[in-house]
């Protein structure tokens, strides 16, 4: 079993940058791919990104590719998701999940963080 916490967040214009940090503790970290999800008000949780438990692979939602970054550091049990460029619709709660295979669907995860708000002001 492994726990997340999610930090990072906050308020940043538009064109701004943030880097959101999802701590794990546990057992076994290595072993989970890591996704970040968002939702915004009124709407359904998206997937954003989501890293190999290696670090290897990465994979990314359309609307954020070429500008959010994911990344882990296995050493300290944490997963980066570096946000470039950011844009008012990138506003949202910003969640880290756990599952031991590749997924995008949120539906998949077992284990999620408590989430952390990203407002992008215009």
């Known amino acids: 079993q492994v726990q997340l916490v999610e930090s990072g967040g906050g308020l940043v214009q538009a064109g701004g940058s943030l880097r959101l940090s999802c701590k794990a503790s546990?057992?076994?970290?290595?072993?989970?791919?890591v996704g970040w999800f968002r939702q915004a008000p009124g709407k359904a949780r998206e997937f954003v990104a989501t890293?190999?438990?290696?670090?290897?692979?990465?994979s990314y939602a359309d609307s954020v590719r070429g500008r959010f970054a994911i990344s882990r550091d296995n050493a300290k049990n944490t997963v980066y998701l570096q946000m470039d460029s950011l844009k008012s619709e990138d506003t949202a709660v910003y969640y880290c999940a756990a599952r031991g295979t590749y997924s995008t669907y949120s539906v998949d995860y077992n284990y999620w963080g408590q989430g952390t708000q990203v407002t992008v002001s215009s």
């Open positions: 890293i190999s438990g290696s670090g290897i692979s990465t």
């Open positions: 546990g057992r076994g970290f290595t072993g989970y791919y």
